[in-house]
C-alpha cells in the first residue's frame, strides 16, 4: 500500500558456525541449518533489532536469525531445505521493512533480508522494460532508467521502498487512475516458492503463480525479479494544488479529472484533507498565501486539496498550456487558492524524500505508525465523508498525519492477481496515514477501529489495503471469491505454509 505518502506533521513524536544455527523467541528453541548448505544466518542483536520492526513501528516480532544472501540461489537452498525438513521453521522475505503490523516479520524464524542481493535494474535494448531484483529500490529504479530517457510509469508516493515489497501488495498512488498499480505493469517475474523452486512466470508461463504473486501478500512465493513496463522518461513536472471547500465540488473535479484522455488530461492526481484539528501544512503556498490558506482551514473546519501534475519535455508545445487553461479555468476551486510548481520529473516523484529528511533531523521518522488504509465505492464516498471525516476524525481532539483522498479507475487493474479492489468502475483511495507516539498509539488505533466498525454497520463497502486481520474469517471475507483461488495457490506453491506468517493468513 504499501502505497505510501509519508508527510508526518511535527506535533507527533532481522557466524558462520558447525553448524549455523539462531536463537529463536523461544530461548529453548535452536534452528539448525546443515554446514552442506553454506548459509550463515546473522544473530547479532543489531541485526535481529532492525528485523524486529517495522515502519509501522507498532509491534515488536523477533526472528530466531537474519539471512543476508548474495545470490537467489541461496534463498531457494534455505527454502528447499526448510520445506523438506524433520523441523521447520516459517520465512518472512523483508524488503526496507516498510510494512505496518509486523507483515514481514517472523517470530523465532528466518528474516531473508532481500536488500542484500545486488541492486541490479537491466534496461532492454529496445527500452521497453527494466529486469529488477525484488530487493531494490525504486528510487534506484528511477535512477537507473531515467538515465536512458525512459521510467516505470506507475509509482508509490514514497520510492525508498522495494520492488517485490509493492509488487505483493499492489503499489498504488497517484498514476493509478491513468496506468494502474504497480502490479498492472509487470510483464515477467522469478519467483522462489515455499517450496524452493526457482520459476519464471508470466500470463503465458506458469500464469497461476504470476498471477498469485502480484498482490498476494508474499504468501505463494519470494519476488526476486521484475520485468518492469517502461516508457518514455518525461524532464519535467508542473505541479499544481488548489484548494476546495465544497466536498462535492472536490470530488465532482477529481472524477471528470481521471476520465479524459492521456493527452488532454493530468499524468498525476491525488487529494489530500486539511483539518482544522490538525496541523495544517500551507508550504506548498507563496508565503504570501499561507496565512490565508490556514484561516480557510479555520473557518470551514475542513479544506479539500487537489493535487495533480502534468509532465513534460518542451514547455511550448500548445497541450501544456491547453492542460494549463483547463485546469485553472473550467475547475471549481476556491478563486485564487491556486499554486503551481515547475520541477525536475525526478525531484517529483521522489517528493517524500524532503519530508523524511526533515523528519529524520528531528528524530520524528520512528515514530508509530497507525495508518489505516482503504478502498471506498464511488457511490458511498459521500456517506463516508460524512460517517468518517466530520463525525469520527473531525471530531478528535486533535489528528496529525496526512489524510489522503482520490479517487481511481477499476479498469486499469486486472481481477486475475490476488489484489482485491471495490466493484465498482470508480472507487476512492482513502489513507489515513496518522502519526502518533507511545502515549496515544493506541488511542489512534481504537479510532481506526472505530471508522472500520462505522462502515461494517453502516453497509459501507470498503476494502482494506496493507490491511492486518487477525482471523480468518476476515480474510475470507476480504478476499471474497478469490479465496478459493488463494487457497489453491497456497497449496499448490507453499503447502507447508511457511511463508510470511506475518500476514496471520494462515
Known amino acids: 500500500m504499501a502505497n505510501l505518502r509519508v508527510m508526518i506533521t511535527l506535533i507527533t513524536f532481522l557466524v558462520y558456525l558447525l553448524p549455523s544455527f539462531a536463537k529463536s523467541s523461544e530461548s529453548t528453541k535452536v534452528i539448525i541449518l546443515p554446514k552442506s548448505l553454506n548459509l550463515t544466518l546473522l544473530t547479532d542483536p543489531s541485526t535481529i533489532s532492525t528485523a524486529s520492526h517495522d515502519y509501522g513501528n507498532t509491534t515488536t516480532v523477533t526472528p530466531g536469525g537474519v539471512l543476508c544472501p548474495s545470490s537467489s540461489a541461496e534463498i531457494s537452498r534455505l527454502l528447499r531445505y526448510n520445506a523438506n525438513a524433520e523441523t521447520m521453521f516459517q520465512v518472512a522475505a523483508r524488503g526496507q521493512g516498510h510494512s505496518l503490523n509486523g507483515q514481514a516479520s517472523v517470530s523465532g524464524g528466518v528474516v531473508i533480508n532481500m536488500t542484500c542481493l545486488l541492486a541490479d535494474v537491466t534496461v532492454s535494448q529496445d527500452k521497453k522494460y527494466a529486469d529488477v ?16 530517457g525512459v521510467s516505470p510509469v506507475s509509482w508509490t508516493d514514497y520510492l525508498h521502498i522495494s520492488v ?60 526476486s525479479r521484475a520485468r518492469i513496463v517502461l516508457n518514455h522518461a518525461p524532464k519535467r513536472a508542473k505541479w499544481f494544488k488548489m484548494l476546495y471547500s465544497d466536498f462535492t465540488a472536490f470530488t465532482k473535479d477529481q472524477e471528470r479529472l481521471i476520465s479524459m484522455d ?27 498565501d499561507q496565512s490565508k490558506v490556514a484561516d480557510l482551514v479555520k473557518k470551514h473546519s475542513i479544506i479539500y486539496v487537489l493535487e495533480v501534475a502534468k509532465y513534460y519535455d518542451d514547455p511550448s508545445l500548445p497541450i501544456i498550456g491547453q492542460v494549463i487553461d483547463k485546469l485553472t479555468k473550467t475547475l471549481s476551486y476556491l478563486p485564487g487558492f491556486i499554486s503551481m510548481h ?121 476494502k482494506q489495503y496493507l490491511m492486518h486481520y487477525t482471523r480468518k474469517e476476515d480474510w475470507v471475507e476480504h478476499f471474497g471469491s478469490k479465496w478459493s483461488d488463494f487457497l489453491k495457490r497456497k497449496e499448490l506453491f507453499d503447502p507447508k505454509k511457511l511463508l510470511s506468517p506475518g500476514q496471520n493468513i494462515f
Open 262 to 288: 492521456n493527452d488532454a488530461g493530468v499524468d498525476y492526481l491525488e487529494g489530500q484533507l486539511l483539518m482544522s484539528n490538525g496541523v495544517v501544512d500551507t508550504s506548498f503556498f507563496p508565503p504570501s
Open 164 to 223: 517485490g515489497g509493492t509488487l505483493s501488495n499492489a503499489g498504488i498512488g497517484g498514476q493509478v487512475f491513468r496506468n494502474g498499480p504497480q502490479i498492472s505493469n509487470v510483464l515477467e517475474l522469478d519467483v522462489i516458492t515455499g517450496k524452493g523452486e526457482s520459476l519464471a512466470c508470466s500470463p503465458q508461463l506458469n500464469p497461476e503463480l504470476f498471477y498469485g504473486v502480484l498482490g498476494g501478500l508474499g504468501q505463494f512465493g519470494i519476488i
Open 342 to 462: 515547475d520541477v525536475p520529473y525526478f525531484d517529483f516523484l521522489n517528493r517524500v524524500q524532503a519530508e523524511e529528511d526533515k523528519l529524520r533531523s528531528l528524530d520524528l521518522w520512528e515514530v508509530p505508525h497507525p495508518w489505516v488504509n482503504l478502498y471506498v465505492l464511488k457511490s458511498q464516498i459521500v456517506d463516508f465523508h460524512n460517517g468518517v471525516v466530520k463525525n469520527i476524525l473531525l471530531k478528535q481532539n486533535s489528528t496529525s498525519g496526512v489524510a489522503l483522498f482520490y479517487p481511481t479507475n477499476r479498469n486499469k487493474w486486472d481481477n486475475r492477481m490476488s489484489a482485491m479492489i471495490p466493484d465498482e468502475d470508480v472507487f476512492y483511495v482513502v489513507g489515513l496515514l496518522q502519526s502518533a507516539s507511545s502515549q496515544n498509539v493506541q488511542e489512534v488505533e481504537s479510532v481506526n477501529e472505530t471508522i472500520i466498525r462505522f462502515c461494517k454497520d453502516s453497509g459501507i463497502k470498503i
Open 133 to 148: 531484483a525484488g530487493g531494490t529500490l525504486w528510487v534506484d529504479v528511477l535512477r537507473e532508467t531515467a538515465e536512458r
